[in-house]
C-alpha cells in the first residue's frame, strides 16, 4: 500500500512480514522472552513459551482478567521472579536481576494502581525520576556545589513534561491531592525523566475519564513518535485497536494470538479467550432439558437434606 | 502549692541532660521514621551498643575515653548492618520485630553475670570520666532566672546542645538534597522508587546507619551525664519516649525532635512535681483517702499518656507538622 508510506508513524511497516501467529520473531526486538513460567502454588499464573516485542512500536498486552498480564508485566521487569525462564532486553539477559537496575537499563514501568508519591510535591515526584544523580550519593549529598547544576537541568526537564502532560498548574500541589487521572499522567511522565527507551504501561487507562483517556491515548502515541517502544498492558479492546500497531493476547498464563489489532480482533481464538468457547452456540431443546433436570435432581437433595436435618434436631430434642 | 519552685524544676529538666539524650534519640527515629518510614523500635540498642563501646576502650583497655568514638561509631555500623542485612528486604514489620528483640538481647546479654567482670552486670561501668570531667570550663553552678545547673550538668548541656545543634544541621543539610528525597519517596511507595531505578535496599540501609548514628550519640551522652553507664538506662521504654518526643514534635520535621523533647521533659517533671506537692505535706491539696504519695508518682505518666492522645486527636501532625498531609492519608 503505498498510501501508507506517507502515514507520519509508518507504525506497522515493520512488522508487515511478520506471522500472526503466538511466539513470532520479529525484525528488530528489544525484548526477547522464552519459558517463562511462573506458579503460586499449584495454580499456573504464566506459561510463555516465546514473545519478541518490537523497538519503536507500540505493543499492546491484552486478555481478560486474570489472564496473568500483570504477572507477566512483573516478571519482565524483575518485580517478582519467575520459576524458569530467559528473556533479555537489548540483548541482555535480565535474569535474577534487581528491579532497580533494569530500570536503570532503560526499561521503566508504571503501575495499575499508580503510585504516586502522595507527600512529595509533583516537582519533587519529577525529580526523584532522573536517572544518575550524584546528589543521591550519600557522600555529595550534603554538599550542595556537586549536585546544583544537575538538579537545576532535571527541574526544567520536569517542567518541559509537566507543560507537555498538562500538569504544569498542580506543580506545587502534593502529589496525593491530584485525581486519578492525573497521577496517571504524573506516573507516566515521572518515567520518562530517565529517558527509558521502553516504557512499560500497566493498565494506564484503568479509572480515568473517558475525556481525558483520549488524551492519555494522544499522550501514548506521542512515546513512539519520539522514538520510544512502548508495551502496555490493557483489558479494554476498543482502546488498543486506535493506538496499538501489534497487539499479543494472553489467556490463562499463555500467548495464545498476536498480530496487528484488526486482524486479532476478528481471531477466533481471540474471542474464545474473552467471551467463552461455547457463547455464541444457541441452546438446543435437548441441553436445556438437560440442564433443567439437573438442576431439579440437585433441589430435591438439599431438600431432603433439609427435612433429614430437622428430623435429627427434633431426634435431639427428644432425648 | 509551691508553683516558682514547680517550674524552675520543670525547666532544668527541659533543657537538662536527659532532654539532650532524648532529643538525640529522637533525631536518629526521625531520619528512620519520620523521614525514610523504618519502624526501628530498637534505638535503645544503638544508644547501649555505643555507650558501652565508648566507655569500654578506658575501662577495659585503659586507653584514652576519647578512642572510644571511633570504635563507638564502628559498632554503631556494625548493628545497623546486623539489624539491616536480613530485615530491609522484607516488609516494614520485620526490621520493627527484630529490632525491639535486639534491643532486649542486648540489654540481657550485657547485664548478664558471666559479663559482670566486664561490663559490671546490672551495676554498670564507672570510672572512665575523668577526661571529660577536665575539659570542664565551669567551677560554678549556673543560674538563669531561678533555674540552676551543677557545674557539670551545665557542661554537659553545653556539649550536648551543641551536639543537637550540629546534628539538627546535618539533618537539614541531608533532607534538602535530592539524596533525602529519595528517602522520602521511599517512605510513601518503594515499589515506586525501586520502578524509578533507585537501589532502595542500599537507601535504606544507609538511613537506618545515619539514624543509628544520632542514637549512637545518644548514648555517648548518657554516659557522660551519669558519669556511669549501666543496663537500666536502655530499657525498651527508652524507644518508645523517643517515639513520643518525635511526635510531639512532629515526624519529618528537622526540629521536630528537639521541640519535642524540651515538651516532654517539661511536662513530665511538671506534673511529676505537681502531684509530689499535691499529695505531702501535713495538710495535702489531695488527701490520702483519694491518692497516696506513691500511687501520685505513677499520675505523670498517666496524664502524660491522656496528653499523648489528645494529641493524636487534635494535632496527630505534631507542632511543627503539616496538615495538609495527614489530609492527604485520609483520601
Keep these: 500500500m503505498p498510501a501508507d508510506s506517507q502515514t507520519p508513524s509508518a507504525g506497522t511497516r515493520p512488522l508487515d512480514g511478520v506471522d500472526h501467529e503466538p511466539g513470532s520473531a520479529k525484525p528488530d526486538p528489544i525484548l526477547v522472552a522464552s519459558n517463562i513460567k511462573r506458579t503460586f502454588g499449584g495454580l499456573v499464573a504464566v506459561d510463555v513459551d516465546h514473545v519478541e516485542v518490537q523497538r519503536g512500536l507500540i505493543t499492546a498486552l491484552i486478555g481478560p482478567n486474570g489472564a496473568g498480564k500483570t504477572t507477566f508485566f512483573n516478571l519482565l521487569t524483575c518485580f517478582d521472579q519467575p520459576d524458569e525462564g530467559e528473556w533479555s532486553f537489548n540483548g541482555k539477559s535480565l535474569h535474577k536481576m534487581s528491579a532497580s537496575k533494569v530500570a536503570q537499563s532503560g526499561m521503566i514501568r508504571t503501575f495499575q494502581l499508580t503510585k504516586v508519591l502522595s507527600k512529595l510535591t509533583v516537582i519533587e ?28 537541568a532535571n527541574t526544567e526537564k520536569a517542567d518541559a513534561l509537566l507543560e507537555r502532560f498538562l500538569l504544569i498548574k498542580k506543580r506545587e500541589d502534593f502529589a496525593g ?24 504501561l500497566d493498565e494506564p487507562m484503568a479509572g480515568v475519564n473517558p475525556a481525558l483517556k483520549q488524551s492519555l491515548l494522544g499522550h501514548v502515541k506521542s512515546l513512539r513518535d519520539e522514538g520510544r517502544t512502548v508495551l502496555f498492558v490493557e483489558h479494554d479492546m476498543d482502546m488498543v485497536r486506535d493506538i496499538s500497531d501489534w497487539v499479543i493476547v494472553m489467556a490463562q498464563g499463555q500467548i495464545v494470538a498476536e498480530g496487528p489489532p484488526d486482524s486479532v480482533m476478528g481471531d477466533q481464538r481471540v474471542i474464545d479467550a474473552y467471551l467463552g468457547a461455547h457463547h455464541d452456540a444457541d441452546l438446543t431443546f435437548e441441553e436445556e432439558e438437560k440442564i433443567l433436570a439437573e438442576a431439579e435432581a440437585e433441589l430435591e437433595v438439599l431438600a431432603s437434606e433439609r427435612l433429614g436435618g430437622q428430623a435429627t434436631q427434633e431426634g435431639e430434642r427428644n432425648e | 502549692m509551691d508553683f516558682p519552685n514547680l517550674l524552675s524544676l520543670s525547666l532544668q529538666q527541659a533543657f537538662g541532660p536527659t532532654a ?17 518510614g523504618l519502624l526501628n523500635f530498637g534505638q535503645a540498642a544503638f544508644m547501649m551498643v555505643a555507650g558501652y563501646s565508648f566507655v569500654s576502650v578506658a575501662t577495659i583497655w585503659d586507653i584514652n575515653l576519647w578512642l572510644g568514638l571511633p570504635l563507638a561509631l564502628v559498632m554503631t555500623i556494625l548493628l545497623a548492618l546486623l539489624l539491616g542485612v536480613p530485615t530491609l528486604r522484607l516488609r516494614a514489620d520485620y526490621l520493627a520485630i527484630v529490632t525491639i528483640a535486639a534491643a532486649e538481647v542486648i540489654r540481657q546479654t550485657i547485664s548478664a553475670a558471666s559479663f559482670s567482670e566486664t561490663f559490671g552486670g546490672q551495676d554498670g561501668v564507672t570510672g572512665f570520666i575523668q577526661p571529660f570531667r577536665d575539659l570542664n570550663p565551669y567551677s560554678e553552678p549556673f543560674k538563669i532566672g531561678g533555674v540552676e545547673w551543677s557545674a557539670y550538668d551545665f557542661w554537659v548541656m553545653n556539649v550536648g546542645w551543641a551536639l543537637v545543634a550540629l546534628c539538627c544541621l546535618i539533618v537539614w543539610m541531608l533532607m534538602r538534597s535530592p539524596w533525602g528525597r529519595v528517602l522520602k519517596s521511599i517512605r510513601e511507595d518503594e515499589d515506586a522508587v525501586r520502578s524509578l531505578g533507585k537501589n532502595v535496599y542500599a537507601f535504606k540501609m544507609q538511613s537506618l546507619i545515619i539514624g543509628g548514628m544520632f542514637g549512637a550519640l545518644a548514648g555517648i551522652m548518657t554516659a557522660l551525664r551519669s558519669a556511669s553507664i549501666g543496663p537500666s538506662f536502655f530499657a525498651t521504654d527508652v524507644t518508645f519516649f523517643a517515639y513520643t518526643v518525635l511526635l510531639i514534635g512532629g515526624a519529618a520535621r528537622v526540629l521536630g ?17 505537681f502531684f509530689s506537692q499535691a499529695t505531702s505535706g501535713s495538710d495535702p491539696l489531695i488527701p490520702d483517702s483519694i491518692m497516696t504519695q506513691t500511687q501520685a508518682s505513677l499520675m505523670r505518666f498517666i496524664f502524660l499518656g491522656l496528653g499523648l492522645m489528645l494529641l493524636m486527636i487534635f494535632r496527630p501532625q505534631g507542632i511543627f507538622g503539616d496538615r495538609r498531609e495527614l489530609a492527604i492519608d485520609a483520601r
Excluded at chain 2, 21 to 30: P, S
Aim: aromatic letters at 12%.
Design chain 1, 177 to 200: 491531592s491530584l485525581s486519578g487521572g492525573q497521577r496517571k499522567l504524573l506516573e507516566m511522565s515521572r518515567a520518562l525523566m530517565a529517558d527509558p527507551e521502553l516504557v512499560m
Design chain 2, 20 to 36: 539532650i539524650i532524648y532529643c538525640l534519640a529522637a533525631i536518629g527515629l526521625n531520619v528512620h521514621f519520620g523521614y525514610t
Design chain 1, 125 to 152: 515526584n519529577m525529580r526523584v525520576g532522573a536517572g544518575g544523580q550524584s546528589g543521591e550519593r550519600l557522600w555529595k549529598a550534603m554538599f550542595p556545589a556537586f549536585w546544583r547544576s544537575e538538579e537545576k
Design chain 2, 257 to 273: 525532635p528537639v521541640a519535642g523533647s524540651i515538651i516532654f521533659w517539661f511536662l513530665i517533671s511538671a506534673l511529676g512535681i
